[in-house]
């Protein structure tokens, strides 16, 4: 079961620009978090954010959450060629037990 | 990629046949999973183990099965009964309980590079 859908499912943008990207759920959580796939290679953590949060920072990465809508959002700030990936966010179950991930959004970064 | 390796990158494996792919981590994680992906997909949770000798079946376990003998070690095995097993395959791990940090990333996933996985 999908979860999490994110949106756009791609999107393109000019270095420099910022760039955000929404995930929706379904069910309540216990947290949120945001990874990214570099092309052909595992995923690697960004950012969790916790039910009881509503917005977290880490470098150039945003992330808020809004519980009553079921949303989240990850804005990149200032963005460089090396931030093209596919980002997804995750949303935990049963206990904390999996995580269930989105389709997730492909990012590219044009020079 | 941190302490996951998972071996080989790249499969190929006549149809008929079973194939098993290795999942091996050095953090000392209580929890493994295995994920499939599709082109352009998400990730679908296989199997996922919490301890030594358990396992429980994520969404789509039909035509997989796992055994975790040992803590580091998660083998996949795709068998024939798999209909289209052609797919990229993602192993993780994570830690069971609050962490030394105080608990702010306990549930984070650890990833392994994936095993590319074709039917020939």
């Known amino acids: 079961s999908q979860q999490g859908e994110e949106d756009p499912q791609a999107l393109s943008i000019q270095e420099g620009e910022n760039a955000t990207m929404n995930c929706s759920y379904k069910t309540s959580i216990n947290n949120l978090q945001w990874y990214r796939q570099n092309s052909g290679r595992g995923l690697v953590h960004l950012i969790l954010?916790?039910?009881?949060?509503r917005e977290k920072h880490s470098g150039r990465l945003r992330v808020t959450l809004d519980t009553s809508k079921k949303s989240s959002s990850l804005l990149i700030t200032a963005s460089r060629a090396a931030d093209t990936a596919s980002y997804f966010c995750a949303t935990d179950a049963d206990g904390a037990q999996k995580l269930v991930f989105g389709q997730g959004t492909r990012l590219t970064i044009n020079p | 990629d941190g302490g996951i390796t998972q071996s080989p990158k790249y499969l190929f494996r006549k149809e008929g046949q079973n194939v098993t792919l290795s999942c091996e981590q050095n953090?000392?994680?209580?929890?493994m999973y295995w994920y499939r992906q599709d082109p352009g997909q998400g990730l679908r949770l296989i199997y996922y183990s919490q301890i030594v000798n358990d396992f429980q079946k994520g969404d789509i376990a039909e035509g997989y099965s796992v055994s975790r003998e040992k803590k580091e070690s998660f083998p996949l095995t795709v068998t024939s009964a798999q209909k289209n097993p052609t797919a990229f395959y993602l192993c993780a791990s994570r830690p069971i309980g609050f962490g030394t940090s105080g608990g702010s990333s306990y549930n984070e996933q650890f990833f392994g590079p994936g095993t590319r996985l074709t039917v020939l």
């Open positions: 954010i916790r039910s009881n949060e």
């Open positions: 953090l000392n994680h209580d929890a």
